[in-house]
């Protein structure tokens, strides 16, 4: 499963690369199956208020939840969920009142219907519960006076959350990391770095709890009221249990080696995605015992501009990128598929068929492989369009329009999978009144 959610800029990163080169370079392969399944109408999710920033999860039954900021007098989160085959219940309050309008949260869900949530306020971090009873557990604050968490959970309830904090002074700026293993209580902070510039890319969890913490270092150079960034280094942090073991510089420091995507099979491999100061996407691979990393093998190149969605994982080590690709005409997405156990890839396989301006790409990957994906459509009359993908080494089906007729400056914001092979999509819009809505579809295999 996709197993963290990026908060810088909604995943939408950008980094030199082209669709026109890749096309030239590889074959670019198709969808080529219809959907034997059914969407639904969708339906509205959010009441009472503005609904915005849903966040979606799923168990292995097909069990939903779904979670968005509420805006009414306050922000404050809600949720919703819906059995498999059935129809979604009623509104069930997460947190009190939120100081901010900026809230993102994101939830996971174990097999059997265990779930968290993890958001943010003005006050920091923080993180609640929903038993498989349904109902919530308090709201308890993870990361005091922090943003931008990482957040991964697997099947069984294990959990990691990690984020970047500035320190008491310049120089001690730090990627700290909270864990908490299957039926028991978060640990405490931990630093895992400290630097005067550092961040955290992404973070990755295994079926058997093993952790892994992708963050970066660089520097940033100001002249006559100008500043940007530079000199970044990748570094990775692990933990199997007995505390954390942490690796030099894997890539850089140069102006492009950073923004590094992981990913772990059940076993504990794992996978190193990165771009690299040539424009190509690299990827390593390391044992479960946390030795080191292989040498870096060529993913893609693409030499344009990309927005990465991504990096998933099912239980076998099958892995999935899905990216968008863009060029002065057109943007598409793109996806490619590796291997944990030898670090090769496909060719790149077009996602979005006839569809020439796509943005905002969201998929995720169930355990057994199962998959989705959305975007926005804007070719023509703006449209949300899906994808299903039945397991790892399956064709994605082609793309379907999810959204009803009419919605306006609508946005795709989550979807879920399960691996019994059902998905549910999320999108905003305003509806008739001019009620910013959160909209759900269902689909059913």
Same mark, same amino acid.
């Given at each position: 499963?996709?197993?963290?959610?990026?908060?810088?800029?909604?995943?939408?990163?950008?980094?030199?690369?082209?669709?026109?080169?890749?096309?030239?370079?590889?074959?670019?392969?198709?969808?080529?199956?219809?959907?034997?399944?059914?969407?639904?109408?969708?339906?509205?999710?959010?009441?009472?208020?503005?609904?915005?920033?849903? /966040?979606?999860?799923?168990?292995?039954?097909?069990?939903?939840? /779904?979670?968005?900021?509420?805006?009414? &007098?306050?922000? =404050?989160?809600?949720?919703?969920?819906?059995?498999?085959?059935?129809?979604?219940?009623?509104?069930?309050?997460?947190?009190?009142?939120?100081?901010?309008?900026?809230?993102?949260?994101?939830?996971?869900?174990?097999?059997?219907? *265990?779930?968290?949530?993890?958001?943010?306020?003005?006050?920091?971090?923080?993180?609640?519960?929903?038993?498989?009873? %349904?109902?919530?557990?308090?709201?308890?604050?993870?990361?005091?006076?922090?943003? %931008?968490?990482?957040?991964?959970?697997? #099947?069984?309830?294990?959990?990691?959350?990690?984020?970047?904090?500035?320190?008491?002074?310049?120089?001690?700026?730090?990627?700290?990391?909270?864990?908490?293993?299957?039926? =028991?209580?978060?640990?405490?902070?931990?630093?895992?770095?400290?630097?005067? *510039?550092?961040?955290?890319?992404?973070?990755?969890?295994?079926?058997?709890?093993?952790?892994?913490?992708?963050?970066?270092?660089?520097?940033?150079?100001?002249?006559?009221?100008?500043?940007?960034?530079?000199?970044?280094?990748?570094?990775?942090?692990?933990?199997?249990? =007995?505390?954390?073991?942490?690796?030099?510089?894997?890539?850089?420091?140069?102006?492009?080696?950073?923004? /590094?995507?992981?990913?772990?099979?059940?076993?504990?491999?794992?996978?190193?995605?990165?771009?690299?100061?040539?424009?190509?996407?690299?990827?390593?691979?390391?044992?479960? &015992? %946390?030795?080191?990393?292989?040498?870096?093998?060529?993913?893609? *190149?693409?030499?344009?501009?990309?927005?990465?969605?991504?990096?998933?994982?099912?239980?076998?080590?099958?892995?999935?990128?899905?990216?968008?690709?863009?060029?002065? &005409?057109?943007?598409?997405?793109?996806?490619?598929?590796?291997?944990?156990?030898?670090?090769?890839?496909?060719?790149?396989?077009?996602?979005?068929?006839?569809?020439?301006?796509?943005?905002?790409?969201?998929?995720?990957? #169930?355990?057994?492989?199962?998959?989705?994906?959305?975007?926005?459509?804007?070719?023509?009359?703006?449209?949300?369009?899906?994808?299903?993908?039945?397991?790892?080494?399956?064709?994605?089906?082609?793309?379907?329009?999810?959204?009803?007729?009419?919605? &306006?400056?609508?946005?795709?914001? #989550?979807?879920?999978?399960?691996?019994?092979?059902?998905?549910?999509?999320?999108?905003?819009?305003?509806? =008739?009144?001019?009620?910013?809505?959160?909209?759900?579809?269902?689909?059913?295999?």
């Amino acid at each position: 499963m996709i197993s963290a959610f990026d908060y810088d800029g909604r995943k939408m990163k950008a980094q030199p690369k082209s669709v026109v080169l890749l096309c030239l370079a590889v074959a670019c392969l198709s969808p080529a199956f219809a959907e034997s399944g059914t969407w639904t109408t969708p339906v509205s999710l959010s009441i009472g208020g503005q609904g915005w920033e849903s /966040a979606a999860a799923m168990d292995a039954a097909g069990n939903s939840i /779904a979670l968005w900021d509420e805006r009414t &007098t306050q922000d =404050q989160l809600w949720s919703r969920s819906k059995p498999a085959g059935g129809n979604w219940g009623h509104v069930a309050p997460v947190s009190a009142a939120l100081q901010t309008t900026l809230v993102f949260p994101a939830v996971h869900m174990t097999a059997n219907g *265990f779930a968290t949530a993890v958001w943010t306020d003005s006050t920091g971090i923080w993180t609640a519960d929903r038993l498989s009873t %349904g109902k919530w557990n308090p709201p308890q604050l993870l990361g005091p006076e922090a943003s %931008g968490p990482l957040f991964a959970m697997n #099947a069984r309830g294990d959990a990691v959350v990690a984020w970047a904090i500035d320190g008491p002074s310049a120089s001690q700026n730090s990627v700290m990391a909270a864990l908490r293993p299957a039926g =028991q209580s978060w640990t405490s902070p931990q630093i895992l770095a400290t630097s005067a *510039f550092i961040a955290a890319d992404q973070v990755g969890i295994s079926e058997n709890g093993d952790v892994i913490v992708a963050w970066e270092t660089f520097i940033v150079i100001c002249r006559e009221g100008n500043c940007f960034s530079t000199n970044f280094a990748l570094h990775t942090s692990r933990n199997n249990g =007995q505390g954390w073991a942490h690796t030099g510089i894997l890539l850089g420091p140069d102006d492009e080696s950073h923004i /590094a995507h992981v990913a772990l099979d059940a076993g504990g491999h794992a996978l190193l995605l990165a771009l690299n100061s040539s424009g190509a996407y690299v990827s390593a691979i390391q044992g479960p &015992t %946390g030795n080191t990393w292989s040498t870096f093998n060529t993913a893609v *190149f693409v030499n344009g501009l990309t927005l990465e969605s991504g990096l998933a994982s099912d239980f076998q080590g099958n892995v999935t990128m899905v990216y968008e690709t863009i060029n002065l &005409t057109t943007s598409q997405a793109f996806a490619i598929s590796g291997s944990i156990a030898d670090n090769t890839w496909s060719p790149p396989v077009l996602l979005s068929g006839a569809d020439a301006n796509v943005s905002q790409i969201y998929f995720e990957v #169930a355990p057994n492989g199962v998959g989705a994906a959305i975007w926005l459509s804007s070719s023509g009359t703006p449209e949300i369009h899906a994808i299903i993908r039945t397991g790892s080494i399956a064709t994605w089906s082609a793309p379907v329009t999810v959204s009803a007729p009419g919605s &306006t400056e609508i946005s795709p914001e #989550a979807a879920a999978v399960s691996a019994s092979g059902s998905a549910i999509i999320i999108y905003s819009g305003y509806n =008739q009144a001019d009620v910013h809505t959160e909209y759900v579809s269902n689909y059913t295999p």
